[in-house]
């Protein structure tokens, strides 16, 4: 079995909250060393966005919540208070030994502590400096500050998610989970796996990567914002509503709901005959897949009544029996509880200082070759600060202490 694909890669990793953190994490997983820069005392931003925490075994209050765990393991924290001339000093000497500097202060916030692309790129020219901010590096709104819901509302995802117009309760909805956030989080993986690819195959180049939320979002629409860029006019909401194939979207049945994709005429034709009307697929107004797009209000009624008269169990039956994409609307209960999730393996435990373990999400990559085996728990705060600028830096205990006194780290 080979060493894991970033082994030997070391990150020195100044974001916070969610997009770069799940980025680095990303990385870490993939055998990065990533080396977590945090405030001292406080802490990544995260650490403070509420409850659930972990039970600290003295019953105290403690920051470790689910919101940094999610995005935080296999990674060592440094406390370092970069606002001091110390600190600013320290983050210079560890960027000496990385490949990669990740950031996501506001724009030019770090060039007051000469931190920036330009002084950290003077002491290491080969180094990928990766910038993940909201509006990016340019642009009349690049000072700006803001968090997901910003993007969701700001980047045309809040106009097309939600109820229909006429329903109860229609009007722009957020998407439940920071999704902006995770996307972003893989482009900037993305980015800085081709930045670290460049600079191997052409002589040490090293480069300034600026990756946001609002071109996030805006690219990730890709068919709903095709629409517009072909005919000028925005797609309506259409709740769960697909929005290719029809018919398309959760239905109830006697028990609970389901949710159904037919995508082509052949599919339409078998759940026709699943659901005990097959002459609907001989309809005129039903035949082809846009005839069913234009009639879709009609056919998603008729569908509507059809399921309504058994249960979530039989139809699943019955509908995959027939090769028709379809899946029950689970919560995170069922998600766990699936036997295909299961082996599948997507919780994974680690052992964590504050119990026996600890439930974590694995990463969604499988390799044949570089499969990732270790998964280590996200660091107490400041967990691995003496062992990093000892071992790395070569700081003495006296020199240690002495930053320690000064709240430099």
């Known amino acids: 079995m080979s060493a894991l694909p970033l082994s030997g890669i070391r990150i020195l990793d100044l974001t916070r909250v969610l997009a770069g953190p799940l980025s680095a994490q990303m990385l870490g997983d993939l055998g990065a060393e990533v080396i977590k820069v945090e405030r001292p005392g406080t802490g990544d931003d995260a650490r403070a966005f509420g409850p659930p925490y972990l039970v600290d075994p003295e019953g105290k209050a ?40 990740m950031e996501n202060y506001k724009v030019g916030d770090l060039k007051r502590y000469g931190l920036d692309y330009e002084s950290i790129r003077k002491i290491n020219p080969g180094v990928i400096y990766c910038s993940v901010t909201g509006f990016g590096q340019t642009g009349p709104y690049a000072p700006r500050a803001g968090y997901d819901a910003i ?47 460049h600079r191997k195959v052409n002589g040490g180049q090293g480069q300034h990567i600026d990756v946001c939320l609002l071109d996030t979002v805006i690219a990730s629409l890709s068919h709903y914002a095709q629409i517009f860029l072909v005919n000028g006019k925005s797609p309506p909401r259409r709740g769960t509503w697909g929005n290719g194939g029809m018919p398309a ?87 766990f509880a699936d036997p295909h999730v299961q082996e599948r393996g997507m919780r994974v435990k680690v052992k964590h200082k504050f119990g026996p373990e600890l439930s974590l999400i694995r990463n969604a990559l499988t390799f044949s070759e570089t499969p990732i085996t270790e998964y280590r728990a996200p660091p107490l705060l400041g967990e691995h600060t003496r062992e990093i600028l000892s071992s790395t830096l070569g700081y003495d205990e006296a020199r240690l202490e002495a930053l320690k006194k000064q709240g430099v780290i």
């Not at 765990?69 to 296999?74: E, V």
């Not at 970069?82 to 210079?92: D, L, S, Y």
């Not at 957020?174 to 930045?195: E, H, R």
């Not at 005129?284 to 979530?312: C, S």
């Open 62 to 101: 403690n920051n470790n919540n689910s919101f940094y765990l999610c995005a935080n393991r296999n990674k060592k924290s440094v406390t370092v208070n970069i606002a001091t001339p110390e600190g600013q000093e320290i983050i210079r000497e560890l960027a000496k030994t990385v490949d990669v500097f």
């Open 151 to 197: 993007f969701q509302a700001m980047g045309g995802l809040m106009s097309v998610t939600g109820h229909m117009d006429g329903e109860p309760g229609a009007g722009p909805m957020k998407v439940g989970p920071s999704i902006v956030d995770y996307m972003t989080g893989m482009n900037t993986s993305i980015g800085i796996l081709s930045a670290l690819y």
């Open 249 to 335: 979207g959760v239905f109830r049945c006697s028990d609970g709901e389901l949710m159904l994709v037919v995508g082509n005429d052949a599919q339409f034709a078998r759940t026709c005959a699943v659901l005990g009307a097959p002459e609907l697929a001989t309809n005129p107004k039903f035949l082809k897949n846009n005839d069913r797009v234009v009639h879709g209000k009609e056919i998603m009624a008729i569908y509507a009544g059809l399921f309504l008269k058994d249960t979530v169990a039989h139809w699943l039956t019955k509908l995959e029996e027939a090769g028709i994409p379809c899946g029950p609307v689970n919560d995170f209960a069922h998600v």
